[in-house]
């Protein structure tokens, strides 16, 4: 699966920014999708998933209650809303494909996923 991430940017702290991540397979419905991020110096951490089939979803709790992920399947296109954003939230975001159909459950770790997207950066400015 080829994975191509966008729409970040920057904004101010409360902002709000959409993030698309749109596959080129054809049966989409099959791929379970997570975003990733990462800050500078840090590790690459879970942000949020969707799983393939029923799209049953899973937050990081830093995140829980300001942002939502959703999937178009017709459009081959997972979204991640970001609402109420802050400083901390600022890094590179990526987006990644699990499609393997293994598991109904979200995966939280980079080594469950066998693709990835080039990555776009959200900057939050205080």
């Known amino acids: 699966v080829q994975l191509q991430a966008s729409g970040g940017g920057s904004v101010q702290t409360g902002g709000s920014l959409r993030l698309s991540c749109a596959a080129s397979?054809?049966?989409?419905?099959?791929?379970?999708v997570g975003w990733f991020r990462q800050a500078p110096g840090k590790e690459r951490e879970f942000v949020a998933g969707?799983?393939?089939?029923?799209?049953?979803?899973r937050y990081a709790d830093s995140v829980k209650g300001r942002f939502t992920i959703s999937r178009d399947n017709a459009k081959n296109t997972v979204y991640l809303q970001m609402n109420s954003l802050k400083p901390e939230d600022t890094a590179v975001y990526y987006c990644?494909?699990?499609?393997?159909?293994?598991?109904?459950?979200?995966?939280?770790?980079?080594?469950?996923?066998?693709?990835w997207g080039q990555g776009t950066l959200v900057t939050v400015s205080s």
């Open positions: 969707i799983t393939w089939g029923s799209g049953s979803t």
């Open positions: 397979r054809r049966t989409f419905s099959n791929v379970a």
């Open positions: 990644a494909a699990d499609a393997t159909m293994r598991s109904t459950i979200v995966f939280g770790t980079p080594s469950e996923y066998e693709s």
